[in-house]
């Protein structure tokens, strides 16, 4: 009982993290903050959703696939981040204001 109350709740708290990551994308003013409130938050909400799945795993090598999905979608959506916000500060990319 205590482990599902405890799985849950991490699993809502993530989803809350997505969902005030979303709500970051479309409210915040410029790329730069809509950049760092998408990824920040998302990596938090998929590092609680992936900790509240694990208890479950049938097997460790289950357990070990999760946490290489949530390392690799830290480590691509960094990179992603820094290759939106360089290009954008260059000034190269497509002005979508114009």
Do not use: Q
């Amino acid at each position: 009982m205590l482990l599902e109350t405890v799985s849950l709740l991490l699993v809502g708290a993530g989803a809350f993290f997505f969902a005030v990551g979303t709500l970051g994308l479309v409210r915040l003013p410029d790329l730069f903050c809509r950049l760092h409130a998408l990824t920040k938050a998302d990596n938090l909400g998929l590092g609680l959703v992936i900790a509240g799945l694990l208890p479950w795993a049938a097997d460790p090598f289950l357990a070990l696939k999760l946490v290489l999905i949530w390392l690799l979608v830290m480590l691509s959506g960094a990179t992603g981040s820094y290759l939106i916000a360089k290009r954008a500060l260059r000034g190269d990319g497509e002005d979508l204001l114009e």
